[in-house]
């Protein structure tokens, strides 16, 4: 069968959309994505296997009748199928859209699957590296052009500890895109649980805010994102 005599090679494309996936899986682990590298590992293996079994899967049927196979509609339906993955990536939250290069890079991976899986090699290793580019390079180069977003989320016993921050928010040139804050205890014992979102103008005045808010010791951090 020609199944078998291909054992090996099926093998090796699994293997190599296993590595390339788990190339970008590391860059999002490594970046605190929720999706990150065993999210990316199955995603790619998972879309080299279906690219295969749909290529090879049905060839004692292909053989034995004249039925006509198209491989490409199993391809279609990874394509269409790992939108559901992506979808799920992707947050809404205080007027900001979040894991949208998440969800991108997924998709990109399931593609880099489908290659491997059909025996590309060549253009999934390609793909793999631009797509590291995409993730890395550029953000880089881009790092201190346009609006960055800030979440901070952190508790204070200390009211006056929430207007300082405001204030150093406002010193820094940042917009407060949305603000809550819960009260927790009674009397004495009250605690303030803040989350801020922010837009600053770049790196540089992003991480003044960050600075600040690390070293007040009246401030516990609970999220910076």
């Given amino acids: 069968m020609l199944i078998e005599s291909m054992f090996w090679e099926f093998t090796l494309r699994l293997a190599a959309a296993s590595v390339l996936g788990a190339l970008i899986g590391i860059d999002r682990t490594f970046r605190a994505k929720d999706a990150g590298f065993r999210t990316h590992i199955l995603v790619c293996l998972g879309s080299a296997l279906m690219m295969i ?3 090879y899967g049905f060839m004692d049927v292909v053989n034995g009748t004249s039925v006509r196979l198209d491989p490409s509609r199993i391809a279609a339906q990874v394509v269409s199928g790992i939108g559901f993955i992506g979808a799920g ?12 290069t998440t969800a991108a890079g997924l998709w990109a991976t399931a593609g880099i699957g489908l290659a491997i899986g059909s025996g590309m090699y060549a253009i999934g290793i390609v793909a793999t590296v631009l797509t590291l580019i995409g993730l890395e390079l550029i953000s880089l180069i881009f790092k201190n052009v346009g609006i960055h977003t800030l979440l901070l989320q952190f508790s204070t016993s200390n009211k006056e500890s929430i207007k300082s921050v405001s204030a150093e928010i406002a010193r820094q040139n940042g917009h407060v895109v949305s603000y809550e804050a819960q009260t927790v205890g009674e009397g004495e014992t009250i605690v303030y649980r803040v989350s801020i979102l922010v837009r600053a103008l770049n790196t ?5 805010i960050i600075r600040y808010i690390q070293q007040m010791s009246d ?4 999220k910076i994102d």
């Fill in 219 to 222: 401030i516990m951090v609970e």
């Fill in 204 to 208: 540089e005045k992003e991480s003044a």
């Fill in 53 to 55: 079994v749909s290529q």
């Fill in 89 to 100: 990536t992707i947050i809404f939250r205080k007027q900001i859209v979040r894991g949208l």
